[in-house]
């Protein structure tokens, strides 16, 4: 079992900056990918970001590449999502996932259903 916590979200303006942390139990941390989600209101989930189990590797959505950054300390057990340049588009509710049958990004990463376990979310407002 993994539980997975998430924080650091809130209201900012355009422009702005926020981190979210996502904090894991366990003592496998290091050897799954995580990744972000996040839903707006009225539509479906989408992929945003995923990391490897040792964080050498990223993958990333067109719509956050180059504004998003994904890392994780596996000494403190967390990912951490840094969301720069935000957009009233990334107005959503954010989660965090692990994939504990993936220690490497493969095809599907970006995918749900790939992720067996997932945070209760935190919600990003972007005001324009």
């Known amino acids: 079992q993994v539980q997975l916590v998430e924080s650091g979200g809130g209201l900012v303006q355009a422009g702005g900056s926020l981190r979210l942390s996502c904090a894991a139990s366990?003592?496998?941390?290091?050897?799954?990918?995580m990744g972000w989600f996040r839903q707006a209101p009225g539509k479906e989930r989408e992929f945003v970001a995923a990391?490897?189990?040792?964080?050498?590797?990223?993958y990333y959505a067109d719509s956050v590449k180059d504004r998003f950054t994904i890392s994780r300390d596996n000494a403190k057990n967390t990912v951490y999502l840094q969301m720069n340049s935000l957009k009233p588009e990334d107005t959503a509710v954010y989660y965090c996932?692990?994939?504990?049958?993936?220690?490497?990004?493969?095809?599907?990463?970006?995918?749900?259903?790939?992720?067996?376990?997932w945070g209760q979310g935190t919600q990003v407002t972007v005001s324009s």
């Open positions: 996932a692990a994939d504990r049958n993936s220690r490497f990004i493969s095809e599907g990463q970006n995918q749900s259903s790939r992720y067996d376990y």
């Open positions: 366990g003592r496998t941390f290091s050897s799954y990918v």
């Open positions: 990391i490897t189990g040792s964080g050498g590797g990223t």
